[in-house]
């Protein structure tokens, strides 16, 4: 009895260059396992819908989700990082910075901007984990105390949005001394009466979070964040003890009194100026219409 298909020729027939790929980025994986199309996952605020985790966005994410139309000004976008310690590991920090500049299209690991969200000015400054793992060196610092500087003048209230792997090791000193210049500038914000609102998301760690990301009126997460000075993993080899279930989840940090309170991403514009409104002794406003993706 015959086949009713026999292939002629063996192998792979097709040329190279007609191979046609699965072009990418139409579907996200969850850690959980759940498959979601990148388009409902962006209409979704970048959570997924199956199992609500909270997908690691940047900052043009965040400011399409926190202002009005996503219209906003930049501050300081040219401001770029330097190599005073001529750094070199396993390749030069000019280097690294430059790979960095063209993967990501950005100047370094913060972007701070003004614009109105829901109806009111509003200074946001926001990492961005994708340049050199959000590394906090000497332009992240200068660019958040400027931020902090222009509130403070313009008497507008400063959300920060926190998602860093720690200080910048290729800027040594450099990059420690911002964890106090960032933490003084945000004193003077304090004694101005301007409204400081923390956010921290996946992952706060290292001189980020012993720095500014603590020091919110009003420390905020989102579900499931990552957030500690050190990792999991170096505190188990350092205590040589196992860790509690869930350690380092905002969750837990909640419940240990480090955090006011976890915020859904779809929450996130409603409730940061909730708290504004209820800090500044403003009347409440109403969130009328859905962020502009």
């Known amino acids: 009895m015959t086949a009713w298909f026999k292939r002629k020729e063996k192998g792979i027939q097709t040329k190279t260059e007609e191979k046609k790929d699965t072009p990418k980025g139409l579907w996200y994986k969850s850690p959980t396992g759940k498959i979601v199309e990148s388009e409902e996952l962006a209409k979704n605020f970048y959570v997924s819908p199956e199992d609500d985790y909270h997908v690691r966005i940047g900052s043009k994410e965040y400011f399409e989700i926190l202002f009005d139309d996503n219209k906003f000004k930049e501050l300081d976008e040219k401001l770029t990082a ?57 332009v992240v610092g200068e660019k958040i105390a400027r931020a902090i500087d222009y509130a403070r003048k313009k008497k507008l209230p400063f959300l920060m949005i926190s998602k860093s792997g720690g200080a910048r090791m290729m800027e040594a000193a450099h990059s420690l001394m911002q964890m106090a210049k960032t933490s003084a500038k ?20 290292g001189g980020t979070t012993a720095s500014y990301a603590m020091l919110g009126d ?74 502009v993706h």
């Open 186 to 205: 945000l004193a003077q914000l304090a004694d101005a009466g301007i409204p400081y609102i923390s956010l921290c998301t996946d992952p706060t760690t």
């Open 218 to 291: 009003i420390n905020i997460s989102e579900p499931g964040a990552l957030i500690g000075f050190a990792g999991p993993r170096i505190v188990k080899d350092t205590t040589g003890k196992e860790l509690p279930e869930g350690f380092q989840t905002a969750e837990f940090v909640k419940e240990h009194g480090f955090l006011d309170f976890i915020v859904h991403r779809r929450d996130l514009k409603k409730k940061v100026n909730l708290y504004i409104d209820l800090i500044t002794n403003q009347p409440l406003r109403k969130l009328e219409e859905e962020p």
């Open 82 to 138: 330097k190599d005073p310690l001529k750094f070199e590991d396993t390749k030069k920090y000019t280097d690294r910075l430059k790979v960095a500049k063209e993967k990501t299209g950005l100047n370094d690991a913060v972007r701070t901007a003004v614009g109105k969200s829901m109806g009111n000015d509003l200074v946001v400054a926001c990492m961005d984990f994708s340049f050199i793992g959000g590394s906090m060196g000497a």
